[in-house]
């Protein structure tokens, strides 16, 4: 199964698509969100998140990725953490496989993931983690053309270091 979890900052990952961890209104953010915008083009990316107008929780959208590495970024939409008992691991699932979709129907071959929703929308690291893997592992095993990477950052990181790959061996 092509699927690494790697560390290092998504911007720089070799792939045709990297994921933004987007909110609904497609504006720019903090962290993940607004690293991307600001390698991508701030004025360039948030024109054409504007044209698209939105993206609903648990789904994603595509556009140009301007000046980054990579051709194109995925917005995923994930869920705000509320406690674990309104459908978030459903909704960040469901981004996931959006965002998978998406690249498929693009005929893209790589994609880079972030961890969804495990920043300023508080979702649980570990069980963001969990989601993410078998979200993206059950994905591949109908569609092992695609090579996914989960790129990793923070506190997680030390907790995984025996299987997280660094970015140089991409």
């Known amino acids: 199964m092509p699927f690494f979890i790697i560390h290092g900052n998504i911007v720089d990952v070799p792939t045709d698509a990297i994921v933004n961890a987007a909110n609904t209104g497609l504006h720019v953010g903090g962290g993940v969100c607004g690293t991307i915008f600001a390698a991508a083009g701030l004025a360039e990316m948030q024109a054409a998140c504007d044209k698209i107008g939105g993206c609903a929780t648990g789904h994603a959208v595509i556009t140009p990725g301007f000046r980054l590495p990579a051709p194109y970024v995925i917005h995923a939409v994930g869920p705000i953490w509320q406690g ?8 960040l699932a469901s981004a996931y496989r959006s965002a998978l979709q998406l690249a498929t129907e693009q005929g893209l071959r790589s994609i880079a993931f972030p961890l969804i929703s495990s920043g300023i929308y508080g979702y649980p690291e570990a069980q963001a983690l969990s989601v993410a893997s078998l979200t993206i592992g059950a994905y591949l ?10 790129v990793l950052y923070g506190d997680i990181i030390d907790d995984l270091k025996p299987s997280i790959h660094p970015m140089s061996k991409i």
Not at 84 to 91: I, M, R, S, T, V
Request: no cysteine; aromatic share 6%; hydrophobic share 30%.
């Open 84 to 91: 674990g008992n309104h459908g978030e691991e459903a909704l």
């Open 141 to 150: 095993k109908n569609h092992d053309q695609l090579k996914v990477y989960l």
